[in-house]
C-alpha cells in the first residue's frame, strides 16, 4: 500500500526515508520545495504546476505543520495538502510525522538525512519569520529545519520570505538576514515585494512574485 502522501508509489509499504534513499541515484534532478507558516503557502500549487513541462524533474515538497492550515481545501486557491502529491513530477509530501512512521532501529534510514542527500535544490516558499528566526539560530525542532540544519552547504537553498511588513522591518529581520548573507553562502534570498498583504497592512512582506521565483529556481536547477 502506498503511504498517506507518496504519489505514485506501488508495491509493498516502504517508510519515506527508505523510498527517497532509493531514489538518490535515479539520474533525474531533485527539487525540495518546502513551504512554512505564511499565508503565501497558497501559492504552492501554482509554483509546482509551473514545472509541469519539465522532463526528467523530480520534486519532494515538505510543509510545516503551521503551513498545513493554509492548504486544507478550505478554497479553490487552496487545495489540501496531501492534493499537492497529484501534482506533475510530485512524487511525495512530507509532514513532520513522516519522520517517526516508524520506531527508529539501527541501520534504520534516516527521513532528514536522505532528503538533504536527495535534493539537489531546497527552495523554501514561503518562509516564515518564525523558520527564519529558527534556521539562522540553528534550530531543529521539525522536519524542515532538520533538513536545514543538515544541509549540505556545497548545494544552494533558495529562501523567499513573506510575513507582516513590521516582521520585515524588525531590527532581528535584519540581524538574520545579514547572518545569511555573511556566514552562509549557499542561501539566496528572494526579498518580499512591496504591495497590500493579505491582513490589509500596506508593505514589503508579500512573498516574492511566484514567476521570479520558478525562474531563479529552474536556473540553479540547471547547474546544480
Ligand atoms: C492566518 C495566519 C497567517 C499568518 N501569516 C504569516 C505570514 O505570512 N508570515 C509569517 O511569517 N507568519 C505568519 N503567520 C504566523 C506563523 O504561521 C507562525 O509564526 C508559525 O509558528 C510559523 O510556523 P513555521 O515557521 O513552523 O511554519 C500567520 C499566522 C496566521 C494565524
Given at each position: 500500500m502506498a503511504t498517506r502522501h507518496e504519489a505514485g508509489v506501488q508495491g509493498p509499504y516502504r517508510v519515506p526515508a527508505a523510498?527517497?534513499?532509493?531514489?538518490?541515484?535515479?539520474?533525474?534532478?531533485h527539487l525540495l520545495l518546502a513551504a512554512s507558516g505564511s499565508v503565501a503557502t497558497i501559492k504552492l500549487p501554482l509554483i509546482i504546476s509551473s514545472f509541469e513541462n519539465h522532463t526528467n524533474l523530480s520534486i519532494r515538497v515538505v510543509v510545516t505543520k503551521a503551513a498545513t492550515q493554509f492548504l486544507a481545501g478550505q478554497s479553490l486557491e487552496q487545495p489540501t495538502v496531501s492534493s499537492l502529491a497529484l501534482l506533475p513530477n510530485v512524487d511525495a509530501v512530507y509532514l513532520d510525522e513522516d519522520e517517526w512512521i516508524e520506531p527508529w532501529t539501527r541501520h534504520s534510514k534516516i527521513l532528514h538525512i536522505e532528503l538533504r542527500r536527495w535534493a539537489h535544490l531546497l527552495a523554501i516558499v514561503p518562509m516564515s519569520a518564525n523558520l527564519l528566526a529558527k534556521a539562522t539560530g540553528g534550530l531543529c525542532d521539525d522536519l524542515l529545519t532538520n533538513v536545514i540544519r543538515a544541509w549540505d552547504v556545497k548545494r544552494a537553498i533558495i529562501a523567499a520570505p513573506a510575513m507582516n511588513q513590521m516582521?520585515?522591518?524588525?531590527?532581528?529581520?535584519?540581524?538574520?538576514?545579514?547572518?545569511?548573507?555573511?556566514?552562509?553562502?549557499?542561501?539566496?534570498?528572494l526579498s518580499p515585494q512591496v504591495k497590500q498583504l493579505a491582513c490589509g497592512d500596506v508593505g514589503q512582506g508579500a512573498m516574492c512574485d511566484w514567476h521570479?521565483?520558478?525562474?531563479?529556481i529552474e536556473?540553479?536547477?540547471?547547474?546544480?
Open positions: 523510498v527517497v534513499s532509493d531514489a538518490i541515484n535515479d539520474s533525474k534532478k516582521m520585515w522591518e524588525s531590527p532581528i529581520t535584519a540581524k538574520q538576514l545579514a547572518l545569511l548573507a555573511e556566514e552562509w553562502d549557499c542561501f539566496e534570498i521570479e521565483i520558478v525562474a531563479v536556473k540553479r536547477l540547471a547547474s546544480a
